[in-house]
């Protein structure tokens, strides 16, 4: 199984780009996907997710307004669309399939990880 996060990069304030995971090994269309994001000296962070049913949620209402889930079934990828990116947005964004039970949002619910990919966002 192999997870491989894609798309990062540095971007612009206000700009928009979107992360890609793609995997091999396992169907996507069969387990929740869920994107984390690690900030430079903090824990991992859950950001959004879609279930095997196709249910989004995303962990916060702020999260929301900016960011949107996406899955290509035909493709196997999660896609992370981020848009009015902002500094504080500056982190490596993980994507995760697996999980295990409990909070889908907790990092060590998951098996599966990919090895990251860098988004910063600086002028």
């Known amino acids: 199984v192999q997870l491989v996060e894609s798309g990062g990069g540095l971007v612009h304030p206000g700009g928009s780009l979107r992360l890609s995971c793609a995997a091999s090994g396992l169907s996507l269309n069969e387990y929740t996907v869920t994107w984390f994001r690690q900030f430079s000296g903090k824990e991992r962070e859950g950001v959004a997710l879609?279930?095997?049913?196709?249910?989004?949620?995303y962990r916060t209402n702020s999260l929301k307004g900016r960011f949107t889930l996406s899955k290509d079934n035909a493709e196997n990828k999660v896609y992370l669309q981020i848009n009015s990116l902002k500094p504080e947005d500056t982190a490596v964004y993980y994507c995760a399939a697996h999980f295990t039970g409990g909070d889908r949002f907790d990092p060590r619910q998951y098996l599966y990880w990919g090895q990251g990919t860098q988004l910063t966002v600086s002028s």
């Open positions: 879609i279930s095997s049913a196709n249910e989004v949620t």
